[in-house]
């Protein structure tokens, strides 16, 4: 009889679609922030020329993988050649050229783990953190953006539950749960696992794009145009997708055992990770492998509280899609 009640409740899943792309549409930046994106980026290419003619700026981040919220700050990356890049005295040397070029709250952060130089610019009201080399986060930013270009799917899906985890405060890796990063590796995976899959698995295909930094080389597929229709023999729409994912994590995930990555298209185990034990402070309770980095776990900041909270959180939102009357808006309310 539960069984019955439960098909019951839910054969209409689709009913909550059109609210998930209103929710989804709602968090789309408009093209007049994007807009004023460009034309700082374009003003600090113009500053940072005159000092360092042969200096490259790159965005990465939110505001570049198209997985960013309206009203985001915006993240720079200064890209220089050279052995003997002092970073901070670089740093240093920036913060005096944009404060004397009248930006505001000018702050050169020199010793934090990755160092910024901080700033806001009072013309289009954007701030933005500035960091020298850190091209990795350059070339994954890319990897976000390609993945979106092949299905909408994937980022209808990675805003809401980018939306889901800043609501129910799991956003937060300085208390031990995931970056927005990670969460979005765990919608890129999700949706390559669909059977049929909804996305490919880009790195496992002949590469077209390549680059090494420092001494990973990062290859992969990026002629996305020509997987504009990969996805269509899966015809699963957000509500079913969204209603996969909290379940996947909630009931399927092999905590104890699996890693996902998107790097294969596949679930590898922690024992040919060696990801075992804890090491340090890396306690791989939940286990999310970069795609380039890949001795590196993105579930490593997550600790014996957290990742109860975490747990519980996935367990929450499955059970309302499974059973809640108003799912889309019990999902998302405020912790
Ligand atoms: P929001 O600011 O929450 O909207 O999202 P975001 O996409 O800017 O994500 P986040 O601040 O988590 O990460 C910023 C960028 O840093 C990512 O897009 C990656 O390119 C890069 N990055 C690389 N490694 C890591 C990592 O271990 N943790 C995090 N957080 N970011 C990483
Ligand atoms: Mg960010």
Redesign the pocket.
């Known amino acids: 009889r539960m069984v019955k009640m439960y098909m019951a409740c839910r054969n209409d899943i689709h009913r909550y679609d059109a609210t998930f792309i209103a929710i989804y549409k709602s968090l789309i930046p408009a093209e007049e922030e994007l807009e004023k994106q460009r034309q700082l980026m374009a003003h600090l290419e113009n500053l940072v020329a005159k000092e360092w003619p042969h200096a490259k700026l790159y965005l ?3 505001c570049a ?1 198209s ?3 309206p009203k ?1 700050d915006i ?1 720079v990356c200064l890209a220089i050649e050279g052995d003997d890049i002092n970073k901070s005295e670089m740093l240093l040397k920036l913060a005096e050229i944009l404060e004397s070029d009248n930006l505001q709250n000018v702050q050169a952060l020199t010793r934090a783990r990755v160092p910024i130089v901080k700033l806001m610019d009072p013309v289009t009201g954007i701030s933005c953190d500035i960091c020298i080399n850190n091209v ?2 350059v070339v ?2 890319k990897l ?1 953006r390609d993945y979106a270009q092949i299905d909408v799917r994937l980022r209808q899906l990675a805003f809401i539950v ?1 939306h889901w985890a800043k609501s129910r405060r799991v ?1 937060e ?1 300085y208390q031990g749960t995931l ?3 990670a969460y979005v590796l765990m919608c890129i995976h999700f949706l390559q696992q669909r059977r049929p899959p909804i996305l490919p698995c880009l790195q496992e295909m002949e590469p077209t794009y390549s680059v090494r930094v420092d001494n990973i080389r990062c290859t992969y597929f990026d002629n996305v145009d020509r997987l504009r229709n990969f996805g269509s023999n899966n015809r699963e729409t957000i509500a079913e997708l969204v209603w996969g994912f909290f379940n996947y994590w909630a009931y399927a995930h092999d905590y104890a055992y699996n890693v996902v990555s998107v790097r294969t298209g596949s679930i590898l185990g922690k024992r040919e990770k060696d990801w075992t034990r804890r090491v340090g402070n890396d306690r791989h309770l939940i286990c999310i492998e ?1 795609p380039f980095e890949t001795s ?1 776990d ?1 579930g490593r900041v997550v600790d014996k509280f957290s990742i109860r909270v975490l747990r519980e959180e996935f367990e929450r939102a499955a059970r309302i899609m499974h059973q809640d009357p108003n799912p889309c808006a019990k999902l998302l309310e405020p912790y």
């Open positions: 990465y981040g939110s993988n997985f960013g919220f985001s993240d990795l986060a994954n930013t976000l980018k956003n890796t970056s927005s990063y970069d590196h993105l």
